[in-house]
Structure formats: C-alpha cells, structure tokens
C-alpha cells in the first residue's frame, strides 16, 4: 500500500557523453537536444522532419554533438504526435540496445509520456 510520503522520483541530470551501463533503468533527463532524424518518415516519399512523429526511433543530438536516440511504441498515446523540432529536455528510462533494425548498439531513452519532453 502507498503512503503519503511517497514522492515521484526525480531524474537525474545527465549529459549525453557522461552516460554508463550503471545508469540503465533510471530515470534520467538529458538537457539541450535537437531532432536530426526519425524512423517515422520516408525520404523518399519527399517527406521531411516537418512531418516526424514520435512513433518509432527519433535521433537526437545535443549542441556538442553528442547523439541519443528515443524509441516510442505505436502504442503510446502520443505515438502520432509531431516531434517537436526545439531545442529539448527530454527525460525517460535510459536502456541500451539496438537503433532500430540496424546493428548498431546505442543509448536510449524511453519517455513516459509527451510531458517527458519539454520545449527550453
């Protein structure tokens, strides 16, 4: 049973080159981030980031340069968002595993809702 002292846990600032396989499975926010990319739109359709939602894989990449993805379900509420162009806070559970259907192994955040994300 819950208490009344229980409070929602905060996460833990992080830049994106700081982060290690320790921090997997906590909740973490990565400040100052820009959409490069997403798996959700088809280039060769002649569609642009304009039209990225957050369903599937975005990649992100901080004024450093450094890169993190996000992965969101079909199945998320806000799955069929826009992805917000802005510089971004963006908190989620950090996991490390494959960039979409390619090979390469990466960070990710995974966000808990569209408030994860916050325009700075």
Same mark, same amino acid.
Request: charged share 25%; aromatic share 6%; net charge negative.
């Given at each position: +049973? ?26 973490? +926010? ?51 968002? +826009? ?38």
């Amino acid at each position: +049973r819950r208490g009344v002292d229980v409070e929602p846990r905060m996460p833990l600032d992080v830049e994106i080159a700081s982060l290690c396989d320790d921090m997997c499975g906590r909740l973490v +926010r990565i400040r100052g981030v820009v959409a490069v990319a997403s798996s959700s739109i088809d280039t060769l359709a002649g569609e642009t980031l304009d039209d990225a939602v957050w369903r599937g894989n975005a990649l992100f990449k901080s004024l450093s340069g450094d890169s993190i993805t996000v992965y969101t379900s079909s199945s998320a509420r806000y799955a069929d968002a +826009r992805l917000p162009l802005s510089v971004l806070d963006i908190t989620g559970i950090l996991e490390w595993g494959k960039y979409g259907a390619s090979s390469k192994e990466c960070f990710h955040l995974k966000m808990r809702y569209e408030e994860d994300c916050v325009a700075m």
